[in-house]
C-alpha cells in the first residue's frame, strides 16, 4: 500500500474512532451519585443498607438506564460511630467535599448551617424541589425536622415518639391495675413506691447524666420539663429559659428518683455503659419502668435483638409521659412527647445536585417508603404510608405525635443540651442540689447563648 | 546442705511464687476474651459457655465490612508504618549516632514532646487540613505517612540505645578498606542491629493495628476502613454494643498480633537494647 | 558515659538523616506550629465562629486556668489534679514501680519462667485498644466481673469498681497494659551492665541491697531517669481510660487528654482551645522533664 493511501486509511480509522467514541460518550455516560449513613450490610441499621442495596439503587438505576440517563449510585457504608460520622460530615463540607447524599440527625443541622458548611435545598438543586409531590403527604411537623429559618434542607426520612415503658408482669406481681396509664408525677411515684415494696429492684429509670449523650436530654429532661410547664426554650420571645419553677421542679423530680427515695438506679446514669446497662435491665425484669422512644419497642426489644424481651408483646406496655399534673404540662397538655428525627441532605458541593436530587426523590417516594417499612415497621414519615404490620406502634403514633414538640433548632442547641446532661449528672450524683445545678446551668448557658438571649422565669 | 544452698533454693521458689502471682495478675482479665466468643448467650461475666460454639464468628463473617477491614485495611496500613519507620528511624539513629549532632538527645526529647502534641485530639483538625492539601484524604498512603510522623521519634529512641551499643570497629575498619558509607551501613552495621530494628518494627506494626483517631479522620471508603473503626458496626443504632458479635470481632481483631509477637520473639528475641554483649 | 565519636563527617550524616528530617517537618514540625498558633484563636468546627474565627490573644490560655471554678469537676484545674494522681499511681508507682521490679527478679536469668512472665506482661501491652478496654470493663464488673469473683472468694468483698472507685480502676488498668514498656527499657538497660562488675561483687558477698546501691544504681541512673520521663509523657497523654470510664462517673477520672477531647471533638469541636490545652500539656511534660533532670545532676554534684 502507498504511503499516502495508508496515512488517509489511518486518518479515517482516528476519526471513524473518534466518532463513535463521542456518540458513545453522549450516549451511555452514566453519572455517578454517592450515598452515605451509617449502615452496614450485616451490621448496624442492617435493613436501611439493605433496602438501599437491593431495592431502592437497583430499581432506580433500571428506571434511569431505560430513560436513557444513565445514573449510577453508590452507598457508602459508614461502619463507626455516630459521633465519628458528624465529624466526618465537618470536616469534608469544610473543605468543599463530602458524599453527595448524607443521612442527617436533624439537630446537627442548625451547627452546620451556622458554620456555613450546608446550603437550602432550592439552592443546591433549583427551585424545582419544592414542586415535589411528596411535600404535600408530609406534616409540617415532620418537614420542620430537616429546616431551618424557614428553609428546606432535605427529606426527613423518620421520625420518633417518647414514652413511658413497662413491665406488665413486675406491675401484676406487685398487684398494680392494667392497663396503667398515670395521670401526674405523683401517680409515677407512687407507682414506683409500691413496686419498691413489692421488691423490685429499680423501679423507676429516666435518663440523666453525660454518659448517654442527647439520650438524657430527649429521653430523660425534656419529658419531664415538658410536664412542669414550659420548654427548653421561648419560641414568642426568642430566649432560652435558664430559671424558672419548671426546671426547679424538674430537678427535684430527679432527686427524689435518685438521691432521696432510690426510686431509680443512679449508677446505670453514670456509669459509661449505662445504656445498654439500663437495656438489659429492663429485659432481666430488674427494671420495671423506662422512659424510652419507639425504636426501644421496634428494635431493642423486638425478638432477635441481642436485649429481646421474651413474648414482649404480652409482657410490656407502654404508657404516656403525664404532666407534673392535668393540664399543667407545656402548651396545656396533659400528656407529653418530644420528636427528634432523621433525613437526608443533598451536599451543597456536589457536582450532581440534580442527579441526587432524583434519587433522593425517588427514594423518599411512597413505594420505596411502603418497601422499607414492610422491612422495619416504624413510624412513617409520609400520610400515604401506614405503619406496616406493628399495631402497637400504629396506637404509639396516633397516641402521640398530637402531643409531640420538636427541639430548638439552633446552633446553639448541641452545646446548651450538654449542660442540660451536666446538670441533671450533678443532682443525680449528689454532688450538687438543684438550686446550684440550675445556677450552673444558667451561668453556662448565659455564657453561651449571650445575655441577651436569655431568661428566667418566675 | 550448706547455707548457700539453702538460701539459693529460697530465692528460686521465691522467683517461682513471684512469677506466678505476675502471670496471674496479667492473664486474669484476658480471661473474658477467650470465653466470650464462643458463648452464644455472652454478657460481662466469665463463664465457660455450655455449649461452646462458632456461631458468633459466623455472624460476624457475615459483616464483610468489618471482615475486609480487619484481614485487609489493618494488614496494608500496619505492613506499611511498620517498613517505613523502621527503615526511617534505623537510618536516621544511625546518622544520629556516627556523626556529631550536637544536643542530639535534647533533640529527640524535643521531637517526642512535639509528637505527643499532633497525636493528641486538638491536632486531628489541622492534620486533616495538611492531608487534604496533600490530596491524600481517604487514601492508606495519608494514614500510613502521618503515623509514621508520629512514631518516628519514640522509634527514633528506641533504636539509639541500640545502635549506640555496637561497636565501631567493624565499620571503621571497613571504611579504611574503602566502603561506601552506605556499604557500611548495609552490610555492616544493620547485621548487627537487626534485633533493634525488629523490635521497632513490631512495636510500629502494634501501634499502627490499634491505631483509631488517625484513621477515622483521615479515611472515608468503607473499602479503607481499619478493624478498629469497624468494631462500631457491631453496635446498635443506639450506640449499645453487641457483645456477643463484638467479643468474636475482638478475638479475631487480637490474634494476629499476638501470632506476630510469639513468632518474632522466638526467632529474634524481643528486648530494647541488649542485642550484643559488649 | 564514654563520648562516642563520630566515624562519619557530617555531609554523610545528613543523607541517613534526610528521610527523618522530610518526616519531622511535614508531619511534626508543621502541624504543631498550626496548633500552636490555633491555640491563640477561637476556632471550631461548627456553629458561626466556624468560618469567621478570631485571633482571642491568651483568652483560651485564661479561660484554662480561671479561678473562679478551675477546679470544678469538669473543669482543666480539676482534669490536672486527677491526671497528677492517675500519673503518680500508674506511671511512677504502677508501671515504673512494677517493670523494674519485673526487670529486675529476672536480671541475667533465662529460661521457661521468663519467657512466660515477660510474654503475658507483653501481651497486655500489645492487644489493641478498643478490646483491651472491652475486656477491662468486664474484669470490673461490679456483678459478674472476674476480679470481683476472685476477691470475693478470698474474703476482700465486691468493690463497685467503675463506680466507687474509678480512679483506681483507671490506674490498675493503665499499670497493667504499661508495666511492659517499663520493663523492657528498664530489662535492657540492666543489660548494659558489664557482668563481671556483679560477679565480683557476688564473690565479696554483697547483699542484693549493695548491689543496687553500688552497682546498678550509680551506673543506670541515667537510663532510669530517661525512661521515667517517657513513661510519665506516655501516661499523661494516653486516652484509652476513657473507653472504660469516659471520665466519669460524673468527671471524676477526667484526665486531661479526656478533657481535651471533651473540647476538641464534641460539641462545637473548639479546637482554638483544645490546642491551648495540648500546648499546656507540653510545657508541663518539659518543665517534669527539666526537674527530673536537674535533680540528678543536683545528685551528681553531691
Redesign the interface.
Known amino acids: 500500500m502507498s504511503r499516502s493511501k495508508f496515512l488517509t486509511l489511518l486518518l479515517v480509522t482516528v476519526l471513524a474512532l473518534g466518532a463513535l467514541n463521542i456518540g458513545l460518550v453522549q450516549a451511555q455516560e452514566p453519572v455517578k451519585v454517592t450515598i452515605t449513613c451509617?449502615c452496614?450490610?450485616?451490621?448496624?441499621?442492617h435493613n436501611l443498607a439493605v433496602w438501599l442495596t437491593t431495592f431502592t439503587i437497583p430499581t432506580f438505576e433500571e428506571a434511569m438506564a431505560a430513560q436513557g440517563t444513565p445514573i449510577d449510585v453508590e452507598l457508602?457504608?459508614?461502619?463507626?460511630?455516630?459521633e465519628?460520622l458528624k465529624?466526618?460530615y465537618a470536616?469534608?463540607l469544610s473543605?468543599g467535599?463530602g458524599?453527595d447524599i448524607i443521612s442527617f440527625d436533624g439537630f446537627w443541622v442548625p451547627e452546620f448551617v451556622g458554620a456555613g458548611l450546608l446550603k437550602p435545598l432550592a439552592e443546591v438543586v433549583g427551585p424545582e424541589v419544592n414542586d415535589w409531590e411528596g411535600w404535600g403527604h408530609i406534616s409540617d411537623g415532620i418537614q420542620a425536622i430537616l429546616s431551618y429559618q424557614g428553609e428546606r434542607y432535605g427529606i426527613p426520612a423518620g421520625t420518633d415518639v417518647r414514652q413511658i415503658f413497662y413491665r406488665k408482669d413486675l406491675f401484676e406481681q406487685a398487684g398494680i391495675a392494667l392497663p396503667w396509664q398515670p395521670t401526674s408525677w405523683e401517680e409515677v411515684l407512687d407507682t414506683a413506691r409500691t413496686l419498691k415494696e413489692a421488691g423490685i429492684e429499680t423501679p423507676l429509670q429516666v435518663n440523666a447524666g453525660t454518659a448517654m449523650?442527647e439520650?438524657t436530654t430527649m429521653q430523660g429532661y425534656f419529658m419531664v420539663l415538658l410536664g412542669a410547664g414550659h420548654h427548653l426554650y421561648d419560641f414568642d420571645d426568642g430566649k432560652w429559659i435558664i430559671k424558672s419553677q419548671g426546671i426547679l421542679d424538674t430537678l427535684n423530680f430527679y432527686k427524689t428518683v435518685y438521691v432521696d427515695e432510690g426510686l431509680g438506679d443512679a449508677r446505670m446514669q453514670l456509669l459509661q455503659?449505662g445504656?445498654?446497662r439500663s437495656?438489659?435491665g429492663f429485659r432481666d425484669g430488674q427494671i420495671a419502668m423506662l422512659v424510652e422512644g419507639d425504636?426501644f419497642w421496634r428494635?431493642?426489644i423486638a425478638p432477635g435483638?441481642?436485649?429481646a424481651v421474651e413474648n414482649r408483646n404480652e409482657v410490656v406496655g407502654w404508657a404516656m409521659m403525664p404532666a407534673k399534673e392535668p393540664g399543667a404540662g407545656y402548651r396545656g397538655q396533659d400528656f407529653v412527647s418530644i420528636s427528634g428525627g432523621t433525613g437526608w441532605l443533598i451536599n451543597p458541593n456536589t457536582p450532581h445536585p440534580k442527579e441526587a436530587w432524583a434519587f433522593l426523590s425517588y427514594m423518599s417516594s411512597r413505594d420505596q417508603v411502603r418497601a422499607f417499612e414492610l422491612m422495619q415497621p416504624r413510624i412513617s414519615f409520609r400520610d400515604d404510608v401506614e405503619v406496616a404490620g406493628d399495631p402497637v406502634m400504629t396506637a404509639m403514633a396516633n397516641a402521640l405525635l398530637q402531643y409531640s414538640t420538636v427541639r430548638p433548632m439552633l446552633p446553639e442547641y448541641p452545646l446548651i443540651s450538654t449542660e442540660i446532661q451536666l446538670m441533671t449528672e450533678r443532682v443525680v450524683s449528689g454532688e450538687m442540689s438543684p438550686e446550684e445545678a440550675m445556677d450552673a446551668f444558667a451561668e453556662a448557658v448565659t455564657e453561651i447563648a449571650g445575655a441577651d438571649n436569655v431568661k428566667t422565669l418566675e | 546442705m550448706n547455707s548457700f544452698v539453702i538460701r539459693s533454693w529460697l530465692a528460686r521458689g521465691l522467683?517461682?511464687a513471684?512469677?506466678v502471682v505476675?502471670?496471674a495478675?496479667?492473664?486474669?482479665?484476658?480471661?473474658?476474651?477467650i470465653t466470650?466468643p464462643f458463648n452464644t448467650q455472652a454478657?460481662?461475666?466469665?463463664t465457660i459457655p455450655t455449649n461452646p460454639s462458632l456461631a458468633n464468628f459466623e455472624?460476624v463473617y457475615?459483616?464483610?465490612?468489618?471482615m475486609r477491614?480487619l484481614f485487609q485495611n489493618n494488614l496494608i496500613i500496619g505492613g506499611g508504618v511498620m517498613v517505613l519507620v523502621a527503615?526511617?528511624?534505623t537510618?536516621?539513629s544511625?546518622?544520629?549516632?556516627?556523626?556529631?549532632?550536637p544536643g542530639r538527645?535534647v533533640l529527640v526529647?524535643v521531637?517526642?514532646?512535639?509528637?505527643?502534641?499532633?497525636?493528641?485530639?486538638?491536632?486531628?483538625?489541622?492534620?486533616?487540613?495538611?492531608v487534604?492539601r496533600l490530596g491524600l484524604?481517604d487514601t492508606y498512603a495519608g494514614v500510613i505517612?502521618?503515623m509514621?510522623?508520629?512514631l518516628?521519634?519514640?522509634a527514633?529512641?528506641i533504636m539509639r540505645?541500640f545502635i549506640?551499643?555496637i561497636p565501631?570497629s567493624y565499620?571503621?575498619a571497613a571504611?579504611v578498606c574503602g566502603a561506601s558509607?552506605?556499604r557500611v551501613?548495609r552490610d555492616v552495621a544493620l547485621p548487627m542491629v537487626r534485633p533493634g530494628v525488629v523490635v521497632v518494627a513490631i512495636w510500629a506494626f502494634?501501634n499502627a493495628?490499634?491505631a483509631?483517631?488517625i484513621p477515622?479522620?483521615l479515611l472515608?471508603?468503607?473499602d479503607r476502613?481499619p478493624?478498629?473503626?469497624?468494631?462500631?458496626?457491631?453496635?446498635?443504632?443506639?450506640?449499645?454494643?453487641?457483645?456477643?458479635l463484638?467479643?468474636a470481632y475482638?478475638f479475631l481483631?487480637?490474634i494476629p498480633?499476638?501470632v506476630l509477637?510469639?513468632i518474632v520473639?522466638w526467632r529474634f528475641g524481643?528486648?530494647?537494647?541488649?542485642g550484643i554483649?559488649? | 558515659m564514654e563520648r562516642?565519636?563520630?566515624?562519619?563527617?557530617?555531609r554523610?550524616?545528613?543523607?541517613?538523616?534526610t528521610?527523618?528530617i522530610l518526616?519531622?517537618i511535614?508531619?511534626?514540625?508543621?502541624?504543631?506550629v498550626?496548633?500552636f498558633l490555633?491555640s491563640f484563636t477561637n476556632q471550631t468546627?461548627l456553629g458561626t465562629t466556624a468560618p469567621n474565627p478570631e485571633f482571642v490573644g491568651l483568652d483560651n490560655y485564661r479561660h484554662l486556668f480561671n479561678p473562679d471554678r478551675w477546679m470544678r469537676l469538669g473543669e482543666f484545674g480539676s482534669a490536672l489534679k486527677i491526671t497528677t494522681q492517675f500519673v503518680v499511681g500508674s506511671a511512677l508507682i504502677g508501671q515504673a514501680g512494677m517493670g523494674m521490679l519485673?526487670a529486675w527478679?529476672?536480671y541475667r536469668?533465662r529460661g521457661v519462667?521468663r519467657?512466660?512472665?515477660f510474654?503475658?506482661?507483653?501481651?497486655?501491652?500489645?492487644?489493641?485498644?478498643?478490646?483491651v478496654a472491652?475486656?477491662?470493663?468486664?474484669?470490673l464488673?461490679w456483678?459478674?466481673?472476674?476480679?470481683n469473683?476472685?476477691l470475693e472468694t478470698v474474703g476482700l468483698g465486691r468493690p463497685d469498681w467503675l463506680f466507687e472507685r474509678p480512679l483506681q480502676s483507671i490506674i490498675l488498668f493503665n499499670s497493667?497494659r504499661g508495666t511492659a514498656f517499663s520493663m523492657?527499657?528498664f530489662?535492657?538497660?540492666l543489660?548494659?551492665i558489664?557482668p563481671s562488675y556483679v560477679e565480683t561483687a557476688e564473690v565479696v558477698g554483697a547483699t542484693a541491697w549493695q548491689k543496687f546501691r553500688d552497682i546498678f544504681f550509680p551506673l543506670l541512673r541515667g537510663h532510669i531517669l530517661?525512661d521515667l520521663?517517657?513513661i510519665t509523657?506516655w501516661t499523661?497523654?494516653v486516652?484509652t481510660p476513657f473507653l472504660l470510664t469516659g471520665g466519669g462517673p460524673a468527671k471524676r477520672t477526667e484526665v486531661v487528654?479526656i478533657y481535651?477531647?471533651r473540647?476538641?471533638?464534641m460539641g462545637r469541636?473548639e479546637?482554638g482551645k483544645?490546642?491551648s490545652?495540648?500546648?499546656v500539656?507540653?510545657l508541663i511534660?518539659?518543665g517534669l522533664?527539666l526537674i527530673y533532670l536537674a535533680s540528678i545532676r543536683r545528685r551528681r554534684a553531691t
Do not use: C
Open positions: 451509617r452496614v450490610v450485616g451490621g448496624v441499621n457508602v457504608e459508614f461502619g463507626g460511630g455516630d465519628q465529624e466526618q470536616l469534608d473543605v467535599s458524599y449523650g439520650a455503659d445504656r445498654n437495656f438489659v425504636w428494635s431493642v435483638s441481642e436485649t | 522467683l517461682f513471684f512469677s505476675i502471670a495478675s496479667f492473664v486474669t482479665p484476658l480471661l473474658w476474651l466470650a454478657n460481662l461475666a466469665v455472624a457475615h459483616n464483610k465490612f468489618a477491614a527503615g526511617v528511624a537510618m536516621a544511625y546518622g544520629l549516632s556516627r556523626t556529631h549532632v538527645d526529647y521531637l517526642i514532646l512535639f509528637s505527643s502534641v499532633v497525636s493528641g485530639t486538638a491536632a486531628m483538625v489541622p492534620i486533616f487540613l495538611l487534604f484524604i505517612l502521618v509514621t510522623g508520629g518516628l521519634p519514640s527514633i529512641f540505645d549506640d551499643s565501631r565499620e571503621e571504611l558509607s552506605l551501613f502494634v493495628w490499634g483509631f483517631l477515622s479522620v472515608r471508603s468503607p476502613m478493624a478498629s473503626i469497624a468494631s462500631y458496626s457491631f453496635y446498635t443504632e443506639a450506640g449499645t454494643p453487641n457483645l456477643t463484638l467479643s475482638a481483631y487480637t498480633v499476638l509477637y510469639l520473639n524481643f528486648r530494647f537494647f541488649g554483649k559488649s | 562516642k565519636h563520630a566515624i562519619f563527617p557530617a554523610v550524616g545528613i543523607i541517613f538523616l528521610p527523618a518526616f519531622v511535614v508531619f511534626l514540625l508543621y502541624p504543631f498550626r496548633v490555633l468546627l519485673i527478679a529476672f536469668k519462667l519467657e512466660v512472665v510474654t503475658l506482661v507483653i501481651l497486655a501491652w500489645i492487644i489493641p485498644e478498643t478490646v472491652f475486656t477491662w470493663v468486664a474484669f464488673d456483678e459478674f466481673g472476674t476480679l469473683s476472685v497493667w523492657l527499657l530489662s535492657g538497660a543489660e548494659t558489664p530517661t520521663i517517657l509523657l499523661f497523654n486516652f487528654s481535651t477531647y473540647t476538641a471533638f469541636h479546637f483544645g490546642s490545652i495540648a500546648v500539656m507540653m511534660n518539659l522533664a
